[in-house]
């Protein structure tokens, strides 16, 4: 049930008397709830599990019963109940979970990311149900929970525009929204047009300053959170290929010609960016998406079904 998310794993026999998981999930276009209680468990996702899966959401977390510890970017965390943990599901981490309680918020990046100053850093951030933003997330997620299926599907795009506003102003004036409602409709604006141009070689500072009318000075400053603009167009792109490189309907495509297609037209520069971004190279990834491919249908993740207001088959239960 979690594969297209995690790869999990049982604890030691020892530790070990009677494994159980249930999970629920209600799909809201491009976004996804879920209730989890489970047995204890090691979960990771791997830069093998971000190849397979081609998950690009970043999720909310908050901890109902049980905890979990792990590691993500060499950076130990731990969340306890009540404590929202945020994470990027492009990145890798992996942790131990005693027997829990889970509500999972899977928010598009395209939603959350333009909210936050500083994307780069969310990623492994606790807000502790000690603080007031942390009672707010944690409470906030469970009331969208309780009263989703009463919505409908417009209502609840409405709301989840909300949530994601909460998220990031939960998140702090370090990582949260932008100072002004004006700069942040301007970021995204000019956010929107780069992530549509990616393919054009002529993208850079000084075209997109021209366009907005825009000092270098501004879109540095803008930009600054990612690294600089340039920063952010290579990872946009390096994202674009991993994309492409991870599809099945791609796999007829050489990668030099993906790389080349998204403005990388030096093969080994193209290859060490890569695999700083993602841990992995492009053809570890590849291999890896494919291999999942083959696999038989009940251990590949199904195709997402249509948006639906309603609990997915009520439960999945395996004990």
């Known amino acids: 049930m979690l594969a297209p998310v995690y790869d999990v794993s049982r604890p030691s026999a020892a530790e070990l008397i009677r494994f159980h998981a249930q999970l629920t999930a209600m799909h809201l276009g491009p976004a996804l ?14 830069s093998t599990t ?35 943990g945020i994470f990027d599901l492009s990145r890798t981490w992996h942790a131990t979970c005693k027997p829990f309680r889970h509500l999972s918020l ?34 906030h997620l469970q009331s969208l929970w309780r009263n989703l299926p009463q919505l409908t599907q417009d209502d609840a795009q409405r709301v989840l525009l909300g949530s994601a506003s909460l998220i990031a102003g939960c998140l ?105 971004l993602f841990d992995a190279s492009p053809r570890d990834v590849r291999q890896a998406a494919l291999a999942w491919a083959t696999l038989p249908e009940h251990y590949a993740p199904r195709s997402a079904p249509a948006p639906s207001m309603t609990p997915l088959d009520t439960a999945a239960r395996m004990s």
């Open 33 to 46: 709830i879920s209730y989890a209680v489970a047995a204890a468990q090691h979960c990771q996702r791997s």
């Open 50 to 84: 971000i190849a397979r899966s081609q998950v690009d959401h970043l999720m909310a977390h908050t901890c109902l019963e049980g905890g979990y510890h792990g590691v993500t970017d060499g950076r130990a965390f731990q969340v306890s109940p009540g404590d929202v």
């Open 106 to 139: 899977l928010l598009p990046r395209t939603l959350l990311e333009p909210l936050l100053t500083r994307p780069d850093r969310a990623h492994g951030t606790v807000l502790s149900g000690a603080t007031p933003a942390g009672r707010l997330l944690c409470e």
């Open 172 to 276: 702090g004036p370090t990582q949260g929204a932008h100072e002004s409602p004006v700069r942040a409709a301007s970021f995204a604006r000019i956010r929107r047009y780069v992530d549509t141009n990616l393919t054009r070689p002529d993208l850079n500072a000084e075209q997109v300053c021209d366009r907005f009318g825009l000092s270098r000075s501004t879109l540095f400053r803008l930009f600054a959170p990612f690294g600089g603009f340039a920063h952010y167009v290579r990872d946009q792109r390096l994202r674009a290929c991993f994309r492409d490189i991870a599809s099945p309907a791609q796999a007829h495509r050489r990668i030099s010609d993906i790389a080349e297609h998204w403005c990388f037209n030096n093969e080994a520069v193209f290859s060490r960016a890569f695999r700083r």
